[in-house]
């Protein structure tokens, strides 16, 4: 194929115009660089337990097996058993309350367990000195309320429970009542 002096001549009209392809060769290559923002809020929340999630339950506290009641019965809860635990953000106020169980309205005079219509009197208490009523304040006991602590760490609040003594004793049997914990935050 024979080259024209008109092909020629439009080649080197275009060659000028159109920019050469050139392979990258990493000399001279520019920079550009972006940022984008990570974000997290951590918004007041806590938990009742001490897992990821809340509990279900806290187990039972437990009189164990008796036959005469002469005298009070006192026990104290453990992990699993009772003691109630929580977690929260750091500086998180809260309140913890209990509420009367199943059998009374008012925990001033007592609770009570039953069996079918039969009743022990029982009572939970925040300290160790069975004095302070656990309620919600306005059921004839006190709530907690605090603030979560900066280590981050749960807490594990015992229950104090007295069953109180009796004559005569009602009929042989098991005696139940369910306390609910409220956490408010």
Known sequence: MSCSPRRAWSALICLPLCPPALADTGVNDQVVSQSFELRAQVVPGCLLGAGSS?????????FGQISTLNSNLDVVSTPGSGSIVVQCSPGTNFTLALNAGNHASSVGSGRFMAKDSERLRYQLYQDAGYSVVWGNGSNGGASISTTFPASGNSLTYPVYARLFSVSPMPSAGVYTDTVTVTLSY
């Open 54 to 62: 809340d509990v279900t339950t806290f187990g039972s506290i437990s």
